[in-house]
T-cell receptor
C-alpha cells in the first residue's frame, strides 16, 4: 500500500500550458516536501509546507498543503521545457526524520 | 560546497557477487539516509543513521543487505550475495540537525545480471 498517491503518473503538455499535479494520502503529515528529479540525478528539494492550508509560490510554481495536512498540490503556470522532470512529494510524520515518498509524476513539456 | 558524493555511479555485476556502494555526506550533516528507486516501487527508504548510529533499518529488504557508518564522513551499503531483483538506482542523502531538508547524491545505478 502506497502511503502517498501521486497523480497523474505521466503528463505530457505543450509549452505555455498550465498544469496541476496532486499528492494524496489518508494519513496526516507534519510536513510535506516537493522534489524535482532529472534523469541521472538525485531529487532536489523545491519547497517544504508545514501548515494546513499553506500556499507557497516559487516563481511559476504554486504549492498548496491541504487544510487537514493529508494532501498537497503543485500548480505550474505557463510551463516551459525546463520544467520537464519527475516531481516527487514526500511526507514526514510526527518528529521523525523519515520521509515517505510518492512514486512521482513524470512531466514532459514539449517546445 | 561539495554535495553528497556517491560511488560508483554505475555498477554491473553478476548475481552472487558482493556489491559495495559508498557515500560521503555533506560535511556537518548528522543524518544519512539510503534509498532505493525503481519504476515499480518508487523511492524507498532502506535505512537511516543519526550521528553514525543506525536509527531505523525497517526498510532493508533482507539479510543480504547491510549498511555501516564508521564515521561522520563515510557510509557503505553492501549486498551479499546480489540478485537480479536488486537492480535499481541507490541514493544516499544527508541532512543537518533539526529536520532540515535532505540533500541527495546522484545515485548508483546497479545492474545485477
Amino acid at each position: 500500500t502506497q502511503l502517498l498517491e501521486q497523480s497523474p503518473q505521466f503528463l505530457s503538455i505543450q509549452e505555455g500550458e498550465n498544469l496541476t499535479v496532486y499528492c494524496n494520502s489518508s494519513s496526516v503529515f507534519s510536513s510535506l516536501q516537493w522534489y524535482r528529479q532529472e534523469p541521472g540525478e538525485g531529487p532536489v528539494l523545491l519547497v517544504t509546507v508545514v501548515t494546513g492550508g499553506e500556499v507557497k509560490k516559487l516563481k511559476r510554481l504554486t504549492f498548496q498543503f491541504g487544510d487537514a495536512r493529508k494532501d498537497s498540490s503543485l500548480h505550474i503556470t505557463a510551463a516551459q521545457p525546463g520544467d520537464t522532470g519527475l516531481y516527487l512529494c514526500a511526507g514526514a510524520q510526527g518528529g521523525s526524520e523519515k520521509l515517505v515518498f510518492g512514486k512521482g509524476t513524470k512531466l514532459t513539456v514539449n517546445p | 560546497d561539495a554535495g553528497v558524493i556517491q560511488s560508483p555511479r554505475h555498477e554491473v555485476t553478476e548475481m552472487g557477487q558482493e556489491v559495495t556502494l559508498r557515500c560521503k555526506p555533506i560535511s556537518g550533516h548528522n543524518s544519512l539516509f539510503w534509498y532505493r528507486q525503481t519504476m515499480m516501487r518508487g523511492l524507498e527508504l532502506l535505512i537511516y543513521f543519526n550521528n553514525n548510529v543506525p536509527i531505523d533499518d525497517s526498510g532493508m529488504p533482507e539479510d543480504r543487505f547491510s549498511a555501516k557508518m564508521p564515521n561522520a564522513s563515510f557510509s557503505t551499503l553492501k549486498i551479499q550475495p546480489s540478485e537480479p531483483r536488486d537492480s535499481a538506482v541507490y541514493f544516499c542523502a544527508s541532512s543537518s540537525p533539526l529536520n532540515q531538508p535532505q540533500h541527495f547524491g546522484d545515485g548508483t545505478r546497479l545492474s545485477i545480471l
